[in-house]
């Protein structure tokens, strides 16, 4: 039954703006730190930013800092992701992930013990 499930994927232009949704089930959604990453086709699946549940602390990789924010709404069990100003190099597919121990790591990506199935952006000019 746990389960992530992604949305609002799509086409977005530079200098435009995309909000991904991660919606969670089958576990207690505060006691875990979830996750955003990447993979754009034919390179490594790579951490983009994480929030902790329980106190909403959050963190940003350098290339998402200032442009990405992460954003949670606990009464649904769902996680955001806003793109703002999006560059093509964000095109990729996009999972959200679930660290159970809250290591609050995104180099760590076995900590992630569940993961959704992805979410494609597409950055166009």
């Known amino acids: 039954e746990v389960q992530l499930v992604e949305s609002g994927g799509g086409l977005v232009q530079t200098g435009g703006s995309l909000r991904l949704s991660c919606a969670a089930s089958?576990?207690?959604?505060?006691?875990?730190?979830i996750g955003w990453f990447r993979q754009a086709p034919g390179k490594e699946r790579k951490g983009v930013s994480y929030i902790m549940i329980k106190d909403g602390s959050t963190h940003y990789t350098d290339s998402a800092k200032g442009r990405f924010t992460i954003s949670s709404d606990n009464a649904k069990n769902t996680v955001y992701l806003q793109m703002n100003s999006p560059k093509p190099d964000d095109a990729a597919v996009y999972y959200c992930?679930?660290?159970?121990?809250?290591?609050?790591?995104?180099?760590?990506?076995?900590?992630?013990?569940?993961w959704g199935q992805g979410a494609q952006v597409t950055v166009s000019t």
């Open positions: 992930a679930a660290d159970s121990l809250r290591h609050g790591d995104l180099t760590d990506l076995a900590a992630f013990d569940q």
């Open positions: 089958g576990f207690i959604f505060e006691d875990y730190v």
